[in-house]
């Protein structure tokens, strides 16, 4: 077995985010992995949420993936009654490696296997639904922001998926999101799918949307043993979201229900 070295960030109550390094993930990537206070208070099996990063965040430092995203959320405050497994790779996503460390989480965690999702901006983007299409069978539910798709897009019509982008993005295009979904469109009418654009919003202001509770209770309505999959159509995400980022966070004050 591989060593494991762990670096432990305490938060207020119970929570910890672990630094894994070359760890028994075989075939897979290094990756912080926050454990929520709930894990651990009975036998229950707790939900698991993979971030993947985008392109500014990829390296050797695994620190870089706390910059933003769900574990800079929880350092600011966000409770968030989930696993959540934040790799880093190194010039772009591998849905295999992915899930080879989502295998090994599992093996390690008692983690809700009908109950894994999937989100990612960016570089993170084109991952989520990369990862997404080559498990569409696993992932309950996935959010892609400003991000794309190399994959094969019709396995992307099976599962509850939510894809945002803003109109004024010039490293990646809304015309990406768009490809998407047209083609989720032609398949089912976009059942299972909502699209949301945001008007006059750049790249990077969509990182602000990682630090709003809608975002974790949209994914955690969803489970694979919903007969049909269907899609929860009950939460906003917009530029209002965008603006308002960062409201009722600080102190560790903000449960995700």
């Not at 075989?26 to 990756?31: D, E, I, S, V």
């Not at 295998?103 to 983690?111: A, T």
């Amino acid at each position: 077995m591989l060593a494991l070295l762990l670096v432990v960030c305490q938060g207020a109550g119970a929570w910890s985010i672990k630094a894994h390094r070359n760890a028994s993930a075989t075939g897979g990537y290094n990756f912080m992995l926050y454990t929520p206070d709930v894990a651990g208070k009975d036998t229950a099996r707790v939900p698991l949420i993979v971030f993947l990063h985008g392109a500014s965040l990829q390296g050797s430092d695994l620190k870089r993936v706390e910059r933003y995203g769900p574990l800079d959320a929880v350092h600011k405050g966000l409770d968030i009654p989930a696993y959540v497994l934040a790799p880093q790779c190194r010039g772009g996503w591998n849905a295999q490696k992915v899930m080879n460390t989502v295998q090994w989480v599992k093996s390690q965690h008692r983690i809700d296997s009908t109950r894994v999702y999937v989100i990612g901006m960016s570089m993170g983007g084109y991952g989520t639904l990369d990862f997404a299409s080559a498990y569409a069978s696993q992932v309950a539910a996935a959010i892609g922001i400003c991000g794309g798709v190399n994959a094969p897009i019709d396995p992307l019509a099976t599962l509850p998926l939510w894809i945002l982008h803003g109109t004024a993005d010039r490293p990646v295009p809304i015309s990406c999101s768009e490809r998407v979904v047209q083609r989720i469109r032609q398949i089912n009418k976009g059942e299972r799918l909502i699209f949301t654009r945001l008007p006059g919003i750049d790249h990077g202001q969509p990182a602000r949307l990682f630090y709003r509770h809608e975002m974790y209770e949209w994914l955690l309505e969803h489970n694979l043993n919903q007969e049909g999959r269907p899609v929860c159509r009950r939460y906003t995400l917009d530029n209002r979201s965008i603006r308002n980022a960062y409201r009722n966070l600080p102190g560790h004050g903000r449960t995700v229900r």
